[in-house]
């Protein structure tokens, strides 16, 4: 269908996109003739009004002046109508187009169809010139001169094939051949024997015709584009390379026989239909350009395969194949069994052999009996018997399926093998398995593998040292194992697993594999982390990788296309603004002179289909009209009654709908007819009325009413069709759309702002992602057709023992069944195209993906996992992930726009001339006082205190705020004027007794402002919430634990009872007094008041009535455990956690709006399933829930099915019962036979006659005896419902008469009845059943046949039989649990009373639950996330550093990850070493030694995954303990070359602590593994061998170290620990809260013995409860312990006949009940409760939807601060370039190596992030300044100012410079520029950044700076000293050596003064900025005063020439 469709959606988009070209051209070339003149004409404008002015400064004539203005006047006319002329031109061109483009799109289509042909004329009309005008390529780009070095352009044929391939017919032409295509490959048949099926058929014909058209297809563009040499050829286009690989594939698999497997290449060939609509493309470059940012995602992955896998396989290798066994050790099958030789228990097959048993005894066993009943039976060792080798196998007991170890082993009963096994008996009681006297077989626990420590064979006998059980490949083979699938034996499959565990599918199941065979704590701790990081960290960290990448390919685009898009956005708002005046004149002629039919079918065309939505009907009816009537309809539509009336009917009926139920509808039929037609008839004068008032078109032009129209006439259809049917029974085929009425209810929404933009912004984007559907289904067909050539007519498996079936048995194990499938095939599969497209939209949901995994890999092999890989991964981790990141991008869009209208459209609604003319005094003044206002109301900014406020306020003129006043709010608006007035009324006493001068009270506020009194109270929290764990339902309630927990929880309500009446005492209860709030007026006061009130009361009615058994209210209790909230408190003032509490709260609104929107859909969906599927969901099953054979056929009458049954005359007696229990059960007539003496022969009149089965659970039944026996279960009994009324109810005439009258029209029963015996008969039973509703429950149909024929009638967990199960089964499945079985049962089911029949139904099943996954699930639920996420933003954002600029923020970020890090250098003052140490130094510290390192890790790495089992043997074990050997020798050597280089400071790297810490532990392994090999018999040892393992791979984690793009996904996560804590810690809360709940509530309920609730998972314990609530916290099941938990006692006493109890109640002795002596029952009774779903759908909603939710947020969180945070990139350039000019690591250099360092890293990192070496900012020399050698500050003056202030560096006295004061320049030099990652900033930005961080550096030295600012001084002081301290420490051991060196030879030159003047000088730097100022303010004063003695000797100079001496020598 979809196939079919494709070609239909894409030319129409073609079309679309043709004439939306068109319109566009046009009206651009419109508006831009009307922008051109416009604005001359504007331009004209103002010199108008300038020449009056001008004028009238010169000319003071009153007359010219007047003519002036006159002159103006008739200008400004006309202009004005010169515009209105164009506006309106503008407008009929415009209406013109669009209706010419709309006819010739309508003609295409109808063309298309088949329906007109085109004509030339048509065929060139304009549209598709333009569209050809805007694809057209010029030449010379397109196309080579040459292609394929043949073809020129001008030969013909080079013509031609441009000319066709550049066509749009051409590419239409492709298309639909693909998809034609496509089909063919769909409709295959692959089941055996189905050669000649109409599909095989038309695939064969039709292949080579498709080859070759499409290698024609190929030939032609080949021939157009050339082939791969221009840019523009062939091959350069990606998307047709797949087109070219698969015409390749075709034509070898044509040509070439042994290419055959080629033709499996051709279904991908669809793919090229992703380049034909855009949208997709664009999704799909989307994808593309997300690959490369999933490199890192894909190294993170393979390091925790990695990880996780070896770790796995180091641990639990060959552990999963520990299983019960019938014998004590193997049995050992060898024609030499006689011989001394022979290991084991040796047998034959004709022998007496001795064997010698586990308790020493030597039994005689004949080889025969043990032959036959084990080796002949298995063919394995059948073959190996006859080929004469020897066969190890250890029997296993099948009856246990579980893995063990862990797990002990169950002996059971021998007579359930049978009689045919007695043979097998007889043989075990041979080998000691069962005892002479017994009938019990004991088990006992075994592996097959010699390498097991604890249950290997050598363990059962020594003899068989090295011995490997020749069968333990099949051993594992079974559903309940995973067909040995999923274990830990070699690294492939260890793989496997974890990478299904990050799935979170089936892992909980593997999860108890391992811990049945190994240990349950270590096995939960294992998977947890797995869990936590795999699951919730990768793929989350998927998810944000790839809205990263949509996101910028969206901006991108953006940026690509601003001004299109800025052209587009202004031609829409002219365009609109032409719509409305043309709306406006086409009215205002209407009204004047009526227009013509032409215009006004425009006019319609326009208003339905361009302008819809855009016209306001409350304005038109607030209008008066000419005619009466009108004016009456107006009236009442805008009458406030008719709209609450309207609503109120919406409302009833929505009701009314719901209230249709299974088996009885809530209503009766008449009743419910008549209430349908008042509404539909109330409806349609709604549906009258509007279109009266508003007319016709503006209904039809808006949504809504347009979609309330469309349900009135489909409602009155429906009417129609009823009321002219003949038979009353049938209903019109549009009944089921009764259920889109409830679509009304949106209407409710406009009541609700917040409800509105919600509803808006979520229909707009569920519109909006058409796109991303289309790709969707897309990808899964592309899949569907893959999985189809690959596993097509391959899932055949034996329905006994789900083996596969081998080809030649198909025909005979696999016989057609229901369907058209053979039996034997599972329900996912891939042999249609339909089942296929379903199994893969299942897998990428991810439910149940891995059983579809393993039986492809049984059917095709271990190959095919690559397949569920690359669906999974590509399917589920890309592709939907991608949907929620356009999900989140497009609604959180929508909804900022549509929040952000009423701000902008508001004040445009509202303007007037009036209020524009005062809104300079009155609007903005009163704007500014609001906005003041609230900004010192908000927090931190209104207290006086603050400094913003202080600044805000001085900041304004005179020192007040816009409003006039002073910034203070007012008296009267202050909180306490509140208290006043309570005060006035109530007193200041607190309690009404204690006044503020009252010891007491004086004497309880100090207590309780102690911080010591919270504190105290809060481990006393803490104490009684731990206690209450200990508190168990099936502990002895009159035990000593129970005792002690009594009390303690009385001390404990004690102490909290004080606590409460000093608070009360202190504050007061509820009136406060003072500034305090009351007791009560506190949310965690009322909280706590509420949990001690409960436990006071639960305290004093245990104690005073300690029979009551704690009555109701000791449930209660429970709720203490939210007492544990009140912590958070304490750490309130933790940023992040404020964030997460604050998120939460903020984000209830949002979720509640978004629950009331998802609930619509979810009854809307639930009305369609309880029309469609109520009471189809019931199977006919046994006791143990299997399906039930029953005999449809049986015909007891002629022609009718029915089964014949025999009713005794009294009632019959049941084995363990009492004769009043008696009564008339029905059994089945033997065939052939009559009924025995005493009963007599019924049989059903008709098949929809009803039987009953009786109930024991309802009122009635329950007071008969039979009901209440206690010691029997009550069974599945079948009756005359005649005899069941008789027997359980009695006879009211009122009753009987609604009865009457019921069954006389009934719903289902006696519609088959003929003659008046069968009705009256018929009629009868249903009033029997009637009167004793209930108690008797009526069967008919097949129902009857299989309650008639032994069978169970059962419904199902989720069904929808009435709207609430409806609603629950539909919240259930939207978490993609168990969605796939209530599909199946839809897909099954037949109607009520019908047994289901395999895909009965199978296309509208299957896609209807698909549609409600895609909205319910992945639309509704997904919403939660970007909702959580967008809080957690916006919380963020207010939780942010407000106090400083963006530039000091970033700086202050900069200085704290500087601050933080205390050790930049290993080792410092490398010079001081000794010769041979520094050598040493150099070879740790060189890139050669790192990388070997490296390699050597990646080795050991391989080395340690190269296990598998059975285990290696001989050479090749010896060769690995070689290699892992050179390996600890390698480590060993690089620990001791690093401590001998390093000494002490080796340990100051946290790397060489965790490399210390790896090599320790593996000389721990070492040792214990050497001692456990020389005692194999020491268990302990073996296990904690296996433990300690797990530090082998631990060196892993170096590699971090190198793989930055690893390293930076690890930041990432390292930074989200802090706040996934805070998120664990609510969590961890609530999960404490729900497992004590839990345990309370249901750790009596009884084992089903069917679902998942049993021995593993259940509440009975604290630690199985918390396991459980994990477990279900990622839907693991979630829902099936849900429905065990909420069966009644008729489901266990009837259909599962067990007993249960409500309550349950212990009889004797506690001793009997605890037989293990765990201090618990062994075995509750207790029945389920309805609570269990209340408890899991709450549980789901708050952990799964809100704090999971949450963690994603903040992963998102901390990748976008891995991503962003450059910091420790810029600090580790710094490191490395800074070793370069110190080499000896003194951290020290001098001045002008010190900016030679800084220029050099700053270039670095600018050239790095893209920016020039032009970017940079200023030089460091200064240009103007000269050189004067003679000046000792000459160096000085000579530096740029601004480059020197922007450094802001410090120097120390002697010159030098430290290594942190550079560091700090290059951060700062780059903060001025802009940061590494963004653009070059100009000069001005660049200096206002440097005076930012000048002033934070001002406000650092403030003694009353801000906390976070004096923080950073701190940190800065702190590592200042710190590196100090650590220089001197260094420095003073080495010359401590040194000194001891010299003093030998008598030479001491070493001086301690020194060292301690250069510490101390090194906190006396001084300003480089200030020396460089003050050198250049003196170089000035120099020069200036050179130039004035320069001046003067030139003065001197002249007056001596004219001296006496010149004169006289002249």
């Keep these: ?132 005008a805007k694809r057209r390529i010029p030449e010379e780009f397109k196309y080579t001169e040459k292609s394929l070095g043949i073809f ?50 038309l695939q064969e014909e039709s292949e080579n015709w498709f080859t070759g058209i499409f290698a024609v297809e190929c030939a032609i563009k080949i021939v157009a584009y050339g082939f791969v040499a221009h840019p523009k050829a062939y091959l350069r286009d990606p998307w047709n390379w797949v087109d070219f690989v698969v015409v390749v594939a075709g034509i070898l698999s044509l040509w070439i026989p042994a ?65 019960c066994r019938l014998t004590s050790q193997p049995l050992h099958f060898s024609p030499n069994a006689l011989n001394t030789s022979c290991k084991g228990w040796c047998f034959d097959n004709q022998t007496m052999v001795n064997v010698t048993l586990s308790d020493n005894q030597v039994s005689l066993v004949d080889s025969t009996h043990v032959f036959d009943s084990f080796c002949r039976t298995k063919k394995e060792c059948l073959n190996a018997w006859e080929s004469g080798q020897e066969y190890y196998m250890w029997p296993l007991d099948t009856n246990q399926e579980r893995f063990c170890g862990q797990y002990q082993c169950v002996s059971f009963s021998a007579s359930t093998l049978g009689d045919e096994d007695s043979a097998k008996i007889d043989a075990l009681q041979a080998l000691g398995s069962k005892d002479l006297n017994g009938d019990e077989l004991k088990t006992y626990c075994g592996s097959a593998f010699d390498s097991d420590p604890e249950y290997s064979p050598k363990v059962a006998n020594a003899e068989l040292v090295g011995i490997d059980l020749n069968d333990w490949f099949t051993e594992v083979d079974g559903e309940s194992r995973n067909f040995g699938i999923t274990n830990f034996d070699n690294v492939g499959v260890a793989f496997l697993v974890v990478f299904q565990c990050v799935t979170l599918e089936g892992w909980s199941d593997i999860m108890q594999m391992v811990q049945d065979a190994t240990s349950d704590i270590f096995g939960f701790v294992y998977f947890m982390f797995l869990i936590l990081i795999g699951s919730f960290f990768l793929i989350n960290v998927i998810l944000a990788i790839i809205w990263d990448a949509f996101c910028d390919v969206e901006e991108k685009l953006k940026k690509r296309k601003a001004e299109e898009e800025f052209e587009l956005h202004r031609e829409t708002l002219r365009q609109r603004q032409c719509q ?106 709604e549906f009258i009325i509007l279109h009266l008032s508003i007319g016709p078109l503006v209904y039809w032009s808006d949504n809504a009413m347009a979609f309330d129209g469309v349900i009135v006439i489909i409602s009155t259809y429906e009417i129609i069709s009823d009321l002219l049917s003949s038979s009353s029974g049938d209903t019109s085929a549009l009944s089921a759309l009764r259920a889109f009425r409830m679509l009304r209810i949106f209407k409710l929404a406009k009541k609700f702002p917040s409800m509105k933009i919600l509803l808006r912004a979520g229909m707009t984007t569920l519109l909006s992602m058409g796109d991303f559907v289309a790709l969707l289904l897309l990808v899964i067909c592309v899949l569907a057709l893959v999985a189809q050539s690959f596993f097509g007519g391959r899932f055949m498996f034996d329905l006994d023992d789900s ?40 897998m990428l949901t991810g439910e149940n993906w891995n059983t579809v995994m393993y039986d492809g890999m049984r059917s095709s092999g271990w190959a095919y996992f690559f397949f569920f890989l690359f669906v999974i991964i590509f399917g589920n981790f890309i592709i939907l992930n991608l949907f929620l990141a356009i999900l989140m991008t497009n609604f959180d869009n929508q909804r900022n726009q549509l929040t952000s209208e009423p701000e902008i459209d508001a004040p445009m609604m509202q303007e007037s001339p009036d209020s524009a003319s005062g809104s300079g005094v009155d609007g903005k003044g009163e704007g500014a006082k609001k906005a003041w206002q609230e900004a010192a109301d908000a927090p931190g900014l209104g207290t006086s205190g603050d400094k913003l406020g202080d600044k805000v306020a001085a900041s304004s003129p005179l020192g007040i705020v816009p409003d006039g006043s002073s910034g203070q709010i007012d008296e009267a608006e202050k909180p306490s004027s509140r208290k006043f007035k309570e005060e006035e009324y109530f007193g200041t006493r607190s309690c009404f007794v204690f006044s503020d001068d009252n010891a007491v009270r004086r004497a309880c506020k100090q207590l309780v402002q102690n911080p010591r009194f919270d504190h105290t109270i809060m481990v006393l929290i803490g104490m009684s919430s731990l206690m209450m764990a200990l508190e168990n339902p099936l502990q002895d309630q009159n035990g000593t634990l129970s005792t002690v927990l009594e009390v303690i929880s009385g001390c404990f309500t004690a102490v909290f009872f004080v606590e409460l009446v000093i608070k009360m005492i202190a504050m007061g209860v509820l009136c406060g007094h003072g500034d305090e709030p009351a007791y009560l007026r506190s949310f965690e006061n009322a909280l706590d008041f509420v949990i001690v009130l409960v436990s006071l009361i639960d305290t004093v009615q245990t104690w005073a009535l300690p029979d009551g058994g704690g009555g109701v209210i000791s449930v209660f209790k429970i709720f203490r455990v939210v007492r544990m909230l009140r912590p958070l408190r304490l750490i309130s003032r933790n940023k992040n956690l404020k964030i997460v509490i604050k998120t939460i709260l903020s984000s209830l609104p949002e979720l509640r709006d978004l629950l009331l929107f998802s609930s619509l859909f979810f009854l809307i969906f639930g009305l369609l399933g309880v029309s469609n599927y109520k009471g189809g969901f019931y199977s006919c099953k046994d006791s143990s829930l299997e399906d039930y054979s029953f005999d449809g056929n049986v015909q007891a009458r002629p022609g009718i099915n029915v089964t014949s049954m025999c009713i005794p005359d009294a009632g ?83 009753s009987r008469s609604d009865c009457q009258s019921r069954c006389s029209d009934h719903e289902y029963f006696c519609k088959k009845a003929k003659t008046d015996s069968e009705k009256s008969e018929c009629r009868e039973q249903c009033e029997a059943a009637c009167m004793c509703e209930g108690s008797c429950r009526e069967q008919m149909e097949d129902a009857a046949l299989c309650v008639e024929q032994g069978g169970k009638w059962v419904n199902m967990n989720q069904n929808f039989n009435n709207l609430l199960v409806a609603t629950i089964s539909l919240v259930e499945i939207c978490t993609t649990e168990g969605w796939v079985d209530v599909m199946l049962a839809a897909v099954d089911s037949r109607g009520p009373y019908l047994q289901p029949k395999r895909d009965h139904n199978e296309v509208t ?43 000091q923020a970033e700086w202050m970020a900069y200085q704290k990850a500087l601050y933080i890090k205390k050790t930049f250098f290993v080792q410092v003052n490398v010079d001081a070493l000794g010769p041979s140490r520094q050598h040493r130094f150099r070879i740790i510290t060189s890139a050669a030694f790192e990388n070997f390192i490296m390699v050597c890790i990646v080795m050991n790495t391989i080395l340690l995954s190269m296990v598998w089992q059975p285990r290696a043997t001989g050479a090749l074990q010896e060769w690995m303990d070689a290699c892992n050997l050179f390996f600890v020798i390698v480590f060993h050597l690089e620990c001791l070359l690093k401590l001998s280089a390093l000494h002490w400071n080796y340990f100051r790297e946290y790397w060489n602590v965790f490399d210390f810490f790896c090599i320790a532990t593996s000389d721990i392994v070492n040792v214990v593994e050497a001692a456990a090999s020389s005692s194999p018999s020491n268990v302990k040892l073996a296990f904690l061998v296996s433990a300690l393992r797990i530090f082998r791979i631990a060196r892993l984690f170096r590699l971090v170290r190198f793989l930055k793009g690893l390293n930076k996904l690890i930041l990432a996560f390292v930074l989200s620990v802090p706040k996934l804590m805070n998120v664990g810690l609510l969590m961890l809360l609530l999960l404490y809260l729900y497992a004590v709940l839990g345990m309370s509530l249901f750790a ?63 009889q004797g002795d506690f001793s009997t009940h605890d037989l293990d002596n765990d201090g618990l029952v062994d075995n509750p009774t207790e029945c389920g409760t309805v609570l269990a779903y209340v408890y899991f759908i709450s549980y789901t909603v708050f952990v799964s939807f809100v704090i999971l939710n949450l963690f994603i947020a903040v992963i998102f969180e901390g990748f976008e601060e891995s991503s962003t945070n450059e910091t420790k990139d810029v600090i580790n350039k710094c490191v490395e370039n800074w070793q370069r000019y110190d080499p000896y690591n003194t951290m020290n250099i001098r001045l002008t190596k010190a900016l030679d360092f800084i220029d050099e890293t700053v270039g670095e990192l600018l050239l790095d992030s893209g920016k020039g070496k032009g970017e940079m900012q200023e030089t460091r020399w200064d240009p103007k300044s000269t050189t004067d050698m003679n000046a000792s500050d000459a160096l000085w003056s000579m530096y740029n100012l601004q480059y020197v202030r922007t450094l802001g560096l410090k120097i120390k006295p002697d010159g030098n410079v430290r290594f942190v004061q550079a560091v700090k320049a290059v951060i700062r030099r780059v903060l001025v520029a802009g940061g590494p990652d963004r653009v070059p900033l100009p000069t001005a930005d660049r200096r206002r950044r440097a005076l930012d961080m000048e002033a934070l550096e001002a406000m650092m030295n403030e003694p009353d700076a801000d906390e976070e600012v004096a923080e950073l001084k701190k940190m800065e002081n702190k590592q200042g000293t710190h590196i100090e301290s650590f220089l001197r420490r260094d420095y003073m051991s080495t010359k401590n050596i040194l000194l001891r060196g010299t003093m030998m030879l008598g030479n001491s030159i070493l001086a301690e003064p020194a060292l301690d003047g250069d510490i101390s000088v090194a906190l006396r730097e001084f300003s480089m900025l200030e020396k460089v100022a003050a050198a250049k303010i003196q170089r000035r004063a120099k020069e200036s005063m050179q130039r004035r003695r320069a001046k003067d000797a030139d003065a001197d100079v002249k007056s001596a020439a004219f001296g006496p001496i010149n004169r006289a020598a002249g």
């Excluded at 990622?1674 to 006949?1697: A, P, R, V, W």
């Design 1 to 132: 269908m979809l196939i079919i469709a494709m070609p239909f959606a894409i030319v129409g988009t073609k079309f679309s996109e043709a004439a939306a070209a068109v319109a566009e051209e046009d009206l651009d070339s419109l508006l831009e003739e009307d922008t051109v003149e416009g604005s001359h004409s504007f331009r004209a404008m103002p010199s108008l009004h300038s020449r009056p002015t001008t004028s009238l400064s010169f000319v003071h004539s009153e007359s010219i002046e007047n003519q002036l203005k006159s002159l103006l006047d008739k200008l400004r006319e006309q202009v004005a109508d010169t515009h209105d002329l164009k506006r309106e031109i503008a407008k009929l061109q415009s209406l013109r187009d669009n209706l010419w483009t709309s006819v010739e799109h309508s003609m295409a289509v109808l063309a298309f169809e088949g329906t007109i042909s085109f004509s030339s004329q048509m065929i060139e009309g304009p549209w598709i010139k333009t569209a050809q």
């Design 1405 to 1447: 099943g299957t896609l209807t639950f698909v549609a409600f996954m895609l909205i319910g699930s992945f639309f509704v639920l997904n919403l939660c996330v970007g909702v959580i996420i967008d809080n957690y933003n916006k919380q963020k954002e207010e939780m942010a550093y407000v106090l400083v600029t963006d530039t």
């Design 259 to 323: 290419f055959s497997f080629l033709k499996s290449v051709r279904v991908i060939r669809p793919l090229r239909s992703l380049s034909a609509v855009p949208g997709i493309r664009h999704l799909f470059s989307t994808i593309i350009l997300s690959l490369p940012g999933l490199k890192d995602v894909v190294l993170l992955a393979l390091f925790l395969l990695v990880m996780f896998g070896v770790l796995g396989l180091q641990i639990w290798s060959g552990m999963l194949h520990r299983s």
């Design 152 to 201: 020129h352009k001008s030969y013909l044929v080079r013509r031609l094939a441009i000319a066709i391939a550049s066509h749009w017919v051409f590419e239409m032409f492709v298309l639909l051949l693909i998809i034609a295509n496509s089909f063919t490959l769909a409709v295959q048949n692959y089941y055996p024997g189905q050669e000649k099926h109409w599909g095989n058929v």
């Design 1212 to 1294: 019959v007696l049941l084995p363990g019962r009492p004769p009043d229990e008696s009564l008339r059960f029905m059994q089945q007539q033997a065939s052939n036979t009559s009924c025995e003496t005493g009963w007599q022969s019924w049989s059903r009149p008709t098949t929809d006659t009803p039987v009953c089965e009786v109930h024991c659970d309802a009122d009635k039944a329950g007071k008969h005896p039979f009901c209440q026996n206690s010691t029997v279960p009550w069974g599945y009994h079948v009756m005359r419902c005649s005899d069941c009324k008789d027997a359980f109810c009695s006879d009211d005439e009122s």
């Design 803 to 842: 083996s596969l079936v081998p080809k030649e048995d198909i025909a005979a194990k696999c016989p057609m069944g229901d369907g058209d499938k053979p039996i034997c095939v599972p329900r996912a599969h891939f042999d249609t195209f339909l089942w296929s497209f379903i199994t893969i939209f299942q």
């Design 1644 to 1706: 009596k309920v009884a084992y089903t013995g069917t679902g998942i609730y049993g021995p593993t998972t259940n509440f009975r314990t604290f630690y199985r409860s918390m396991v459980l609530l994990i477990r279900s916290m990622t839907g693991e099941g979630f829902n099936e312990i849900m429905h065990d938990l909420s069966k009644g006692d008729f489901y266990y006493q009837s259909i599962l006949d067990i007993k249960c109890e409500v309550p349950m109640k212990l």
């Design 580 to 685: 409305e005046d043309q709306g406006r004149v086409r009215r205002s002629s209407l009204r004047q002179s009526g227009v013509q039919a032409a215009g006004f079918a425009k006019s319609i065309l326009w208003s339905l289909v361009f302008n819809r939505d855009k016209t306001d009907s409350n304005e038109i009816l607030s209008q008066r009209s000419g005619y009466c009537i009108v004016n009456l309809a107006r009236k009442i539509a805008s009458h406030s009654f008719f709209n609450v009336g309207v609503m109120s009917l919406i409302i009833i009926n929505v009701v009314v709908l719901s209230m249709d139920t299974y088996p009885q509808s809530l209503l009766d039929a008449t009743l419910a007819t008549v209430l349908n037609y008042i509404f539909n008839f109330a409806f349609v004068i």
